[in-house]
């Protein structure tokens, strides 16, 4: 399991992603700010 950085592209906030898989594939996370889902492989910080 490894701690992504991944950038909401709504309201632009950083926060972590615990990644369970090395494939991402379509994965969402939802926003813990503002609630919308993203595409995690597209919003990653590092
Ligand atoms: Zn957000």
Not at 23 to 36: A, N
Request: hydrophobic share 35%; proline share 0%; net charge positive.
């Amino acid at each position: 399991m490894r701690i992504l950085l991944v950038r909401c592209n709504k309201c632009g906030k950083a926060q972590k992603y615990q990644a369970k898989s090395l494939i991402l594939g379509d994965k969402r996370k939802e926003c813990v700010y503002c609630g919308k889902s993203f595409l995690v492989r597209e919003n990653i910080i590092q």
